[in-house]
């Protein structure tokens, strides 16, 4: 991943909690929970995790570990002090680490559950590979290390030119849109005080919702959670019409086939 990419993210890493409030951030947080479901004793890989906001809504759920490998050190160590203020030791464990690289190649094999993960999170991380090699390395780093029946997650982007991504009604703005070779370059402007912006990169293979790389290394069921399932639209309908009738963003879930009915697939 490009220095300049880790640079930006180091640059507002004390800034990115602070977003948490953004309307458009308390629903993506109520649908990574909602996906989640009960973690109770669960062990949980959070691929491009930064400071651990999700991570944390995991533990809350009940989960035992939770594994967050993001490529910003400045996030993580956000994350890390976050955890200390909060009591707790041990629940969630740091790694700096390019998740478009193997991780075979970044760590030793020791420091992952022997039989897989449970649950396997990519929060927006997929959905910003600048390429199709980092976008496959990131699939294969969330699928292979996901246990045979494992729950993958992730907030994906559905359409990044909805109208009020211009007005920032929701808390972010979609800016200075480029056309790279296989995708769309662009910026996310996140509404606080003072406001900071990222560079983000939609590729026409994974967006929108393309997930024709994940079926191949072994995710099936794929499902879609839609806004209107949550409470936060449920609660205020009228403010959030918008966005229901064209969602920026939704949550998909799906799991990793089981390991002799993926035999089966491939003997057919």
Not at 194 to 209: G, N, R
Not at 219 to 243: C, G
């Amino acid at each position: 991943m490009p220095s300049v990419i880790t640079a930006q993210y180091d640059e507002f890493a004390g800034s990115y909690d602070s977003s948490v409030d953004l309307p458009c951030c308390v629903l993506e947080g109520e649908l990574v929970s909602r996906a989640l479901g009960d973690c109770t004793g669960s062990t949980v890989l959070d691929l491009g995790g930064g400071s651990g906001i999700h991570a944390r809504r995991a533990i809350e759920a009940g989960a035992a570990l939770v594994d967050v490998f993001d490529i910003s050190s400045e996030m993580l160590r956000v994350g890390q002090e976050a955890e200390l203020k909060a009591g707790r030791r041990d629940r969630i464990r740091w790694f700096k680490a390019d998740a478009t690289q193997p991780f075979a190649e970044q760590f030793e094999h020791g420091i992952f559950p022997v039989d897989g993960y449970d649950i396997v999170m990519a929060n927006w991380t997929i959905d910003n590979a600048a390429s199709a090699p980092e976008l496959v390395g990131m699939w294969k780093n969330a699928v292979e290390r996901l246990k045979p029946g494992g729950k993958f997650l992730g907030m994906r982007l559905q359409n990044i030119h909805a109208g009020y991504l211009k007005t920032g009604k929701y808390g972010t703005k979609h800016i200075d849109f480029e056309n790279i070779p296989g995708g769309i370059k662009y910026k996310v402007q996140c509404l606080i005080n003072p406001p900071f912006s990222w560079e983000c990169v939609a590729m026409s293979s994974t967006y929108p919702l393309a997930n024709s790389i994940p079926k191949t290394l072994g995710l099936v069921e794929f499902q879609v959670m839609q806004a209107e399932q949550t409470d936060t639209v449920r609660k205020d309908r009228e403010y959030w019409r918008d966005f229901v009738e064209d969602p920026s963003f939704v949550m998909v879930t799906a799991r990793k086939i089981e390991d002799g009915a993926k035999s089966s697939l491939h003997s057919n």
